[in-house]
């Protein structure tokens, strides 16, 4: 089993920053990823990270704006750092949890879900 918990998100002007944090607990050492999904939208994926921090991945919309971090030093926690942000960043985001074997960006292989966290960019 894995508990996720997400934290962080809010109110920003377009071109803010802030700072998703997914504390997981559990079975910890997974890959991680950050999804999200606007109204009306499928759930896409952001980012995500290998188990051991040693590969990332980051959709298009996002490269060259959001950091994507893990600190396994004690429980897991991954943070989202999102920088120059845009009105299209809005939506619920959500953090999973996936087995180690496949790929990082698969969203079918990610088996555990946050309750997610509302961002939304005004303009």
């Known amino acids: 089993q894995v508990q996720l918990v997400e934290s962080g998100g809010g109110l920003v002007q377009a071109g803010g920053s802030l700072r998703l944090s997914c504390a997981a607990s559990?079975?910890?050492?997974?890959?991680m990823g950050w999804f999200r999904q606007a109204p009306g939208k499928e759930r896409e994926i952001v980012s995500a990270?290998?188990?051991?921090?040693?590969?990332?991945?980051y959709a298009d919309s996002v490269k060259g704006r959001f950091t994507i971090s893990r600190d396994n030093a004690k429980n897991t926690t991954v943070y989202l750092q999102m920088n120059s942000q845009k009105p299209e960043d809005t939506a619920v985001y959500y953090c999973?949890?996936?087995?180690?074997?496949?790929?990082?960006?698969?969203?079918?292989?990610?088996?555990?879900w946050g309750q997610g966290t509302q961002v939304t960019v005004s303009s």
């Open positions: 999973a949890s996936g087995p180690r074997v496949g790929l990082i960006d698969d969203k079918g292989k990610y088996d555990y």
């Open positions: 559990g079975r910890t050492w997974r890959n």
């Open positions: 990270v290998s188990w051991s921090g040693g590969s990332t991945y």
